[in-house]
């Protein structure tokens, strides 16, 4: 029977389909090829000249410095100044000569970073356009298209296209690390953990250069935090940060060092590798985020909230905009709080438009602040079509919102127990499998991951922690029974 009270409330007012725009570009690119006129209606698609030189940064020092094809590859960041640089570099370069594969994969991979690290998703439709004609103008095997392509697609979360790309890229080139990176992230995001972990293997046997370490290293620390490793995913960031070439670099890798600490509660030292980040490198907005969720953690409200601010000020992105609203609503201010949820609605159409897939993002929207039974809907078609962790955990928690309990622990179970795939340590996580497991009466384990939850980390978020210790206390303490006999 369908009880649903939150009618109409979805971030976008129809289901979003962002894998139809994608295959209809591939149509009309195939067939622009047949007609033998790909490279000339790209090039009309790229600013003119005048727009170009006007939009060229001036120089600024090292950091403004122009990258290079080795440093613009997925998981080696570059600074936003170089990479404008080299975008307005090479769109003249393309100009000039349309059948320079290696120039079309390289504008394409820089818009992939640049909408990447600005949060500026109008550069993934330009990306693609570039990487495709990268494509058409070498053939199969143009790893560096490839290469491209699957950093594009793991910007839109396109976990499927995403591995079809990077296994493509590493047949064709098995001993080039760039081809690994890409692939581990789609593996873990359909869930293939197996095969991510092995991937990982084949790349740390690779004889990489100085150049590529600092990334080899932290995309096994990522791997390692999926597996509850803590301790050795902070170490190898930590070795990364070290052994960094550039200040973009140093300040992305710190800035996983402060997630990992944020995760485990420690917001002191959160704090410090996100204020050593920003000051490397201010364009990062990982290490802003960070830098706001931690200080509203410390209790240091209006210094949270100002950085907030600042964060969501220009093209904000959809996640930062759902944390500042739970913010204001965990201080009594709900209005400002439907305030910043009015901002997600058209942060999430823009982000669609680009190509992203935001149903993960949309669904842990509903389920909380909007139409549960939307979420569930959505949440499933997302599992059926890239089941990992994160989506898993967000449908179990849907589902337990609409009354579902027992099918909810399912998917909450797999998001949390290591046997089944979820090795990740999450507060939210545990905190979601506790309450579920309290309405389904199963005390004694409710209690344990309520409890694991504030242990991993206290602060997890303004809303939800708070519950956790409610719920904990509604509990009660242990009895104290003796053991069975058997």
């Known amino acids: 029977m369908d009880n649903r009270q939150c009618v109409g409330t979805s971030l976008i007012s129809e289901p979003p389909a962002p894998r139809r725009p994608r295959r209809v570009l591939r149509r ?26 006007a939009a060229r940064p001036p120089a600024a020092g090292p950091q403004a410095q122009a990258p290079t094809l080795t440093t613009v590859t997925y998981g080696v960041p570059a600074a936003l100044p170089g990479l404008s ?36 998703v109008a550069d993934y439709p330009r990306a693609e356009r570039a990487l495709r004609t990268s494509l058409e103008v070498r053939g199969t095997r143009n790893t560096d298209a490839l290469d491209g392509l699957a950093a594009l697609a793991l910007a839109r979360r396109d976990f499927p296209a995403a591995k079809q790309y990077g296994e493509q890229a590493l047949k064709a080139a098995p001993k080039r690390w760039t081809a690994y990176p890409p692939l581990i992230d789609a593996y873990t995001g359909l869930g293939d953990y197996k095969n991510a972990r092995a991937t990982l293997d084949r790349l740390l046997a690779l004889r990489t250069g100085a150049e590529a370490r600092p990334a080899v290293m932290a995309r096994a620390a990522a791997v390692y935090r999926d597996r509850g490793w803590r301790e050795d995913a902070v170490a190898r960031l930590t070795d990364a940060a070290a052994a960094a070439r550039t ?104 982000s669609v438009a680009g190509g992203v897939d935001q149903e993960l993002l949309i669904g842990r929207y509903e389920a909380d602040h909007g139409d549960p039974w939307e979420a569930v809907e959505r949440l499933r078609e997302e599992w059926q079509r890239q089941p990992g962790i994160e989506v898993a ?33 999450s507060a939210l996580y545990a905190f979601h499998r506790g309450v579920i497991e309290g309405e389904l009466e199963k005390y004694a384990s409710a209690r344990r991951h309520l409890q694991e939850a504030l242990r991993i980390n206290p602060f997890f978020s303004p ?24």
């Open 393 to 425: 955990d967000a449908l179990g928690w849907a589902l337990h919102r609409t009354g579902e309990d027992t099918e909810a622990l399912t998917y909450a179970t797999v998001a949390t127990d290591k046997t089944k795939g979820g090795g990740v340590r």
């Open 85 to 120: 640089a080299l975008i307005a570099r090479q769109e003249g370069r393309v100009r000039a000569r349309p059948k320079d594969a290696r120039a079309w994969a390289l504008l394409g991979s820089a818009y992939v970073e640049r909408g990447r690290r600005a949060g500026d």
């Open 463 to 486: 809303l939800r922690a708070p519950d956790a210790r409610g719920a904990l206390a509604a509990l009660g303490d242990v009895p104290d029974e003796p053991l069975p006999e058997t």
């Open 247 to 350: 200040p973009a670099e140093r300040a992305a890798w710190l800035t996983g060092v402060g997630q990992l600490a944020w995760e485990r509660g420690d917001l002191q030292d959160a704090l410090r590798h996100f204020v050593a980040a920003l000051r490397l490198d201010p364009d990062q907005r990982a290490a802003s985020a960070g830098r706001a969720r931690t200080l509203a953690a410390l209790g240091r409200t209006d210094e949270a909230l100002a950085a907030y601010r600042a964060v969501v000020a220009q093209r904000p992105d959809p996640a930062d905009l759902l944390e500042l609203g739970e913010l204001y609503e965990s201080l009594g201010q709900p209005e400002l709080a439907e305030e910043q949820f009015t901002r997600l609605k058209t942060a999430v159409r823009e």
């Open 28 to 53: 009309v690119l195939v067939a622009a090829l047949a007609a033998g006129v790909v490279a000339g209606t790209v090039l009309t698609l790229l600013p003119t000249e005048r727009q170009q030189r």
